[in-house]
């Protein structure tokens, strides 16, 4: 089941971002990634949250229309996020794209990227989109898809990474040591349709970046 979590965050471009995601069989919403649904042309099949950033009325407009809501208190330990994702995880979703996740909220966003991580290590494919970037977490190798001339970054998360191979980029990643602390993974080139990166050791954030 390929699904997707509309959350808080910068969509950016709504027609851009409609254009790079694929068909959805199920969408959440996690609290204010409700005002996105429609611009998206996206029908919940679920909202969730402690709705501390939606209008009621918005929230009204959907229950009325029949769709699940599903309320949790203002104090807890999850985010409304991560909520969204484990409901998902337990469905039993092979796919789970972030959509908006990243923001002026930086606590947030980082919150997002290690949910990428925690939907990986259970087996599901991960992304994050809005309109200037698409974000997969790496846990071994990855496959990474795109045209030639694509900007795209390598970060490690949690620790630091070595790069056992890598294809497809113009500068070389392969024997790479990433630490924590140096960015030399930033802004590599696609050299043509498709790229692969396969690590020795630790976890890398593949970022692509649109200048838009």
Known sequence: MRACILTGGTLGDISRVSARIPRMDYVVCADEGLYYAEG??????????????????LLDQYRDKGIAIDEYPVHKDETDTQIAADSLLAMGASEIWLIAGAGTRLDHSYANLMLLFRMAEKGARARLINQYNLITPILDEHDIYGEEGQIVSFLPFGGEA??????????????LRLPMTEPVGVSNVMTGEKAHVRLKKGRLLCMMSWDE
């Open 162 to 175: 070595v790069v056992d191979t890598a294809t497809g980029l113009s500068y070389s990643l392969t024997g």
């Open 40 to 57: 998206l042309g996206l029908i919940p099949d679920r909202v969730v949250g402690d709705f501390d950033s939606v209008d009621p009325a």
